[in-house]
């Protein structure tokens, strides 16, 4: 019998573990769906303003306004095998980004494909036996001291690849963890949640709250109290049989795997509901999950230490998951 509770005990720590992101005994990756580096990673080759260079040789100088002004934006990206992941809107929504703060990217939309394939190749990710991560970052570039963009004359261009390390299989059987962080959404007025700009302090205060009560991550509240997604991730949940998500009015990036799982709810013919929901909506959900590029759809099944549902991931969480990755293959390209 003592060895039986100290088996009950070890699983229960472990299932804790994952919920909160960490992994069974720190095999795990860091977060979701984050680049890690291993023991066995070889030297990474970085895209740097128009040629290929070792880590070690990618530097950027310290007037760069991205290091002092956070001025840039950048897209994460994944591949399955060889192909990436909705590769076009990615860079799309690069495009977007960067024009919205009237940043010129200095590539042509036909290189693109081929950039993104030789850093894979370099690398060697991309292939049967590893997924990529992808993480291109465009600064305003160096310039004197001073919010002037002008004061920049060319762009700095970064594209990182490393071997995608995703959350365990455990994890998406048990679920993760949410806090409902005390740090508020950025207002949409005063800076565009479909900027994906590299000044990301508003979601390292929410993540910082989620590392420091032993989560996965935090929910956002807007200025309304409002729910609007994670620090990297959109939200969904469950009531009633409804799948339910914030509606991008609440200040909530417009995320890709966000409308795939739109998608492929409508043509499952899963009632779904986009609107304005308090935090009492999710402390009473039946289900919840979240999604981003990296790790797909991921249930979550606590939020502030107690149970969503029965505690385990919901089948209509489970339904969209299958259906995802059913369907991967339809938004793969080459």
């Not at 192909?83 to 690069?94: G, Q, T, V």
């Not at 991309?126 to 920049?152: K, Q, V």
């Amino acid at each position: 019998m003592v060895w039986g509770k100290g088996l009950l005990a070890s699983r229960c720590r472990d299932c804790r573990r994952l919920r909160s992101g960490q992994g069974i005994r720190g095999n795990a990756p860091e977060g979701p769906g984050l680049l890690q580096r291993t023991a066995t990673d070889v030297t990474m080759w970085i895209y740097l303003n128009d040629r290929f260079v070792k880590e070690e040789e990618a530097v950027v100088s310290v007037f760069d306004h991205g290091f002092l002004y956070g001025d840039g934006v950048y897209e994460t990206i994944r591949s399955y095998g060889s192909r990436i992941f909705m590769r076009d809107l990615h860079l799309a929504r690069l495009r977007r980004s960067a024009d919205a703060i009237g940043l010129a990217i200095p590539i042509l939309e036909h290189r693109w494909p081929a950039l993104l394939h030789e850093a894979m190749t370099r690398n060697d990710v991309g292939h049967e036996r590893t997924d990529a991560y992808l993480r291109i970052t465009i600064s305003r570039g160096a310039g004197d001291i001073g919010l002037d963009p002008d004061l920049c004359p060319t762009p700095t261009v970064v594209i990182m690849t490393k071997p995608l390390h995703p959350p365990p299989p455990e994890q998406y059987r048990i679920g993760v963890n949410l806090i409902v962080a005390r740090t508020r959404r950025n207002l949409p007025s005063a800076l565009s949640p479909q900027i994906k700009a590299t000044n990301f302090l508003n979601n390292i205060l929410a993540k910082r709250e989620a590392i420091a009560a032993g989560a996965f991550d935090s929910i956002l509240l807007n200025w309304e109290s409002h729910l609007t997604e994670c620090t990297v991730s959109n939200l969904f949940f469950v009531r009633a049989g409804q799948l339910c998500t914030p509606a991008l009015a609440c200040g909530l990036l417009d995320g890709i795997t966000r409308d795939i799982v739109l998608s492929l709810a409508q043509e499952a013919q899963i009632p779904v509901e986009e609107g304005h929901f308090g935090i009492e909506a999710i402390h009473k959900a039946d289900e919840c999950f979240l999604t981003n590029t990296s790790m797909g759809v991921m249930p979550v099944t606590v939020v502030d230490g107690h149970p969503v549902g029965n505690g385990s991931p919901g089948l209509l969480t489970q339904q969209l998951h299958r259906l995802f990755m059913a369907n991967r293959t339809r938004f793969l390209e080459p």
